[in-house]
């Protein structure tokens, strides 16, 4: 089999810190709207001087049109397809799923897979949904732990819509990153740090929290980017604080670049 050589980002992160949102901007960039200069701000890219230019093209010209993934997708399908056959259901469950399901009923079709995902993609903000979704993904890992990943890896294999990057958006575990590198040796990995975020008690949160990424991108979600040198270092010190992993005590390098506004990219 050929080995598939494009390039394809996975993103980690605790819950709020923001990788949807990231992305969400990113893909804005491309976009012909107007008012698209609210998106923009600083970027700094910290490493050796003469990686700075290039880790900026890397990370931001590739990045300019990303084409969404999630591993998660398949759990949502799963969880809807098991929510609407399960006899125990309560009556305030089924009134929330029902209200959820509501704008997509109206096309006199079955719910298809996006529907699916997006119906849990509002449940999962209360949290007795969002814990179905854990723990459906926990016992599916226990089952076979690539049974999520290998669709989405899977689905990203198919992708072929051109100027579009696969990027995978909830990149939890190593063995999912082990997982996406075999399938893709291509594979960068960025994670969106958020100043102030908690980590919760579980292994979703928890099993990255060691782990190095390719690039970091931090945010203070109190206000606006740092614009000095002196703003970065203390938004660094605080997320290195927290990710002592990454301290390479070599220095800190700094090049200024446009970018969407609050964030800062970080290769280390």
Known sequence: MAVDTRL??????LRGSGKDYFLRQIWALSQPIEGIEEFNSSLFICGQPEDCDAAYNDLVASLYKP???AFADAIKVEEFDAFESDTGRSASDILEFNDALEPFEHSGRPPTREDKIAVFDVLKARPHWRQRLIDRGMAGRLEN????????????????TPGEVPCISDVRFPSEVAEGLRRF???KTIRVWAKGVPVADDPSETSMLGEKTDYVLLRDPAGEAPQTHEGLRELLAAFLADYPQYNTGSGLHVSSRTFVRDWQAVRL
Do not use: E, I, Q
Request: proline share 7%; no cysteine.
């Open 8 to 13: 394809v980002y996975g993103v980690t992160g």
């Open 185 to 187: 040796p291509g594979l």
């Open 67 to 69: 084409r969404r993934f």
């Open 145 to 160: 732990a690539n049974k999520w990943v290998t669709p989405t890896l899977d689905a990203v294999a198919a992708w072929s």
